[in-house]
């Protein structure tokens, strides 16, 4: 008996998020890097099936960077990153496009699928999903061509709110269409911001494979809590590398652009999304203005 109250406690305790967050919209990007094993899988989607069941409207962007990295190997093409961004000629373009969106798009729906979510597979070409124009990063300042690399000009959010009213879980793989029809492959994590931007989300949350920002990689200590300002500081002084970089500058454009609550968490904890949303003090990294 006690143990059935202390069930009907927890459920209880859940009350007051689940009626803030109703209807909302919460924008996740369960990462390439977090994807490790079909258990920790399992409970990340056991997690969104559920916050779709109570009533909250989530929306899944994916990556999938160890599994590209994988097929360039078997195909015999160089990796390359610039900044935590793939340098991406025709070939790897093509490459990228098959396994995202062929192979990690569809095990995303298909395990969401397996736990009762009624998911939907898209990428940006899909119905003009997500358009974009070539991006040319900053290196040492100066704008440098990276190949098929796009930046976002526009989100067809029409078809996202079209498929959530209708009950379904939008999984979303990161490629996005150019003027001419042409493929691009996008930061996941850029992606995921400019999405919650454009969908007005309530909520950005970035499941990566490390417990939060940190000074450094090794530091047993995460920031729980980093300003916009705090974040341009890290990237100058190289505290913020690689990956990272793309995954705070989504977390920055979100914010900037009115997501109300911005987070990166541990997506090696299982059930790190019940944690942030139905816990106080959440986990790891808050952004704020
Ligand atoms: P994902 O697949 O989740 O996008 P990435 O490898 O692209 O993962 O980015 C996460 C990685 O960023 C971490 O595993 C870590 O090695 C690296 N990183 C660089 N700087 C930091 C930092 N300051 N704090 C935490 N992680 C950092
Ligand atoms: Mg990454």
Redesign the pocket.
């Given at each position: 008996m006690q143990e059935l109250m202390k069930k009907a406690q927890i459920l209880v305790e859940a009350l007051p998020y689940i009626q803030k967050f109703f209807g909302k919209t919460v924008v996740i990007k369960y990462?390439?890097?977090?994807m490790i094993n079909d258990e920790l899988k399992n409970s990340v989607m056991e997690d969104i099936t559920l916050l779709k069941y109570i009533g909250m409207n989530p929306v899944v962007i994916h990556?999938g960077?160890?599994e590209i990295n994988k097929a360039l190997t078997t195909f015999g093409i160089e990796s390359n990153f610039i900044d935590?961004l793939r340098v991406t000629d025709e070939q790897t373009m093509q490459v990228a496009q098959m396994v995202l969106v062929g192979k990690t798009n569809k095990e995303v729906v298909s395990l969401l699928n397996q736990k009762g979510g009624k998911a939907i597979g898209l990428c940006g070409i899909d119905g003009n999903l997500i358009e974009c124009e070539k991006y040319l990063p900053l290196v040492n300042g100066v704008p440098t061509d990276i190949g098929f690399v796009g930046k976002v000009t526009n989100i067809n959010t029409k078809l996202i709110e079209m498929l959530a009213e209708d009950g379904l879980i939008p999984v979303i793989a990161p490629i996005g269409v150019g003027a001419n029809g042409e493929s691009f492959n996008i930061n996941?994590?850029t992606v995921a911001g400019d999405i919650a931007v454009a969908l007005k989300a309530e909520k950005l949350i970035?499941?990566?494979?490390?417990e939060?920002?940190?000074?450094?990689?090794t530091s047993e200590e995460i920031l729980s809590e980093l300003t916009i300002e705090d974040v341009k500081s890290?990237i100058d002084s190289g505290?913020?590398?690689?990956?990272?970089i793309?995954?705070v500058l989504g977390c920055v454009e979100a914010i900037e652009g009115g997501v109300n609550k911005v987070h990166i968490i541990d997506?090696r904890q299982p059930h790190c999304l019940l944690l942030e949303i139905f816990t106080k003090h959440g986990i790891g990294t808050l952004f704020t203005a």
């Open positions: 990462g390439g890097n977090a990556g960077g160890p935590g996941a994590d970035l499941l990566t494979d490390i939060g920002v940190k000074l450094s990689v890290h505290v913020i590398s690689g990956g990272m793309p995954k997506g």
